[in-house]
C-alpha cells in the first residue's frame, strides 16, 4: 500500500497558526465507517479534541473509508502531531471500546495547506458535496456523519455550519 502524498513543507509545519485540508483512508480501503457506531466514535474523538482545544476542527465528513477534514492547527502543534492524535485515539478506543481487532488506518495521510480563502471556501464546499457525489446522501444536509450534523443530542452542535467565506485561523 502506498504512502499518501505530502506537499506541505516540514519547516513550516510550526510557529503560526495554519489551516489544513487532510484526508486519511481506512487500511485496506475497507468501509469501516459505514456503521454508525464506528462513525459516531470518529466524531467523539475529534470533538474531544476540540474541546481540549488541541486543534480547531472547521469541517469535517466521514465517509465510508475515509475522512477528509478541514483543521487549524496553532504554533505547538504540527499536522502530523494532530492527525497522529486523531488516527491513534480512534484506534485505542475502536479496539477498547468496540472490540474491533485489525488494522484501523492506512499509513500516512495527504494534506492541503490552505493559505487563502478562495482554497478554504473551495475545500469546504468539497466536504460538503462529497457525500452527494459519492451516491450517499442527496443533499449535503442529508448526511449524519459531516460537521454541521454532529450535535451531541439536545445540545448546540460543536461543529457548526460555518459561512461559505469563513476567516482562516
Known amino acids: 500500500m502506498s504512502k499518501p502524498s505530502r506537499p506541505s513543507a516540514p519547516r513550516e509545519s510550526k510557529g ?3 489551516t489544513f485540508f487532510a484526508t486519511t483512508r ?3 480501503g475497507r468501509s469501516l465507517f459505514q456503521t454508525d457506531r464506528m462513525a ?3 466524531i467523539d474523538v475529534l470533538r474531544s479534541y ?3 482545544g488541541q486543534f480547531k476542527v472547521h ?3 466521514v465517509m465510508r473509508n475515509h475522512v477528509h477534514l478541514l483543521l487549524t492547527v496553532d504554533g505547538t502543534m504540527t499536522i502530523e ?3 497522529q492524535l486523531i488516527k491513534g485515539n480512534f484506534s485505542y478506543r475502536a479496539k477498547k471500546e468496540l472490540g474491533f481487532m485489525g488494522e484501523v488506518w492506512q499509513r500516512g495521510f ?3 495547506r490552505i493559505t487563502h480563502e478562495a482554497s478554504f471556501s473551495a475545500h469546504q ?3 460538503y458535496n462529497n457525500p452527494v457525489t459519492a451516491g450517499l446522501a442527496n443533499t449535503h444536509t442529508a448526511n449524519m456523519r459531516a460537521s454541521e450534523c454532529a450535535a451531541p443530542e439536545g445540545g448546540s452542535p460543536l461543529f457548526p455550519c460555518l459561512p461559505r467565506a469563513s476567516a482562516l485561523g
Open 50 to 52: 476540540t474541546l481540549a
Open 110 to 112: 495527504s494534506d492541503v
Open 16 to 18: 503560526q497558526l495554519r
Open 26 to 28: 481506512t487500511a485496506g
Open 40 to 42: 459516531q466514535l470518529f
Open 125 to 127: 464546499e468539497y466536504i
Open 59 to 61: 469541517d469535517f465528513v
Open 81 to 83: 502531531k494532530a492527525m
